[in-house]
T-cell receptor, first 110, second 115 residues
């Protein structure tokens, strides 16, 4: 499959804890993006990391990229109830097609 | 609010029918992308238009077609509908045609139900 693979498929954590999601891919990429989707709604862009970057921060989000392992991780620190959503990684494959992973469903418990 | 609008929000139709989904990109964005999201297939890229021209094609069926008009709005036409076409259809836009160099802004989606 050309799709990215997110891991885990689902994650439940207590409010205030950190959440880590991983994305693996098979092709070489120029950059990788992470998106959030609240139930049944459109995706919202979170962060973009270029292939020559190893780590990027945006507020409570931290993204890492390891091109040698073809993987990326998204860390959400000090989680809040509003972080409950599905998270997707996305990248461009060799045929210039945009590929989204299957997503990680994150549930923040009060 | 992403600035991308899609109509209609919901669409219920019967097998064999044809429907048209409409998308207006963010002001200034030249690229429009169409996606299909279903439980079993996940989010699938269908097609991209850039400034009126087809730029990239994904897993779009022959029964489906799209176009982007001079005012940059786009339509996705789905014909000979089957039960399996029931899904959420998203439109997204970006400033340039070189995604993911530019982030995409997603519309709220059209939920299509084929009975």
């Amino acid at each position: 499959s050309q799709q990215g693979e997110e891991d885990p498929q689902a994650l439940s954590i207590q409010e205030g804890e950190n959440a880590t999601m991983n994305c693996s891919y098979k092709t070489s990429i120029n950059n990788l993006q992470w998106y959030r989707q609240n139930s049944g709604r459109g995706l919202v862009h979170l962060i973009l990391i270029r292939s020559n970057e190893r780590e990027k921060h945006s507020g409570r989000l931290r993204v890492t990229l390891d091109t040698s392992k073809k993987s990326s991780s998204l860390l959400i620190t000090a989680s809040r109830a509003a972080d409950t959503a599905s998270y997707f990684c996305a990248f461009l494959n060799r045929d210039d097609k945009i590929i989204f992973g299957k997503g990680t469903r994150l549930h923040i418990l009060p | 609010d992403s600035g991308v609008t899609q109509t209609p929000k919901h669409l219920i139709t019967a097998t064999g029918q044809r429907v048209t989904l409409r998308c207006s990109p963010r002001s200034g964005d030249l690229s429009v992308y169409w996606y299909q999201q279903s439980l079993d297939q996940g989010l699938q890229f269908l097609i991209q238009y850039y400034n009126g021209e087809e730029r990239a094609k994904g897993n779009i069926l022959e029964r489906f077609s799209a176009q982007q008009f001079p005012d940059l709005h786009s339509e996705l036409n789905l014909s000979s509908l089957e039960l399996g076409d029931s899904a959420l259809y998203f439109c997204a836009s970006s400033l340039s045609g070189q995604s993911p160099y530019n982030e995409q802004f997603f519309g709220p989606g059209t939920r299509l139900t084929v009975l």
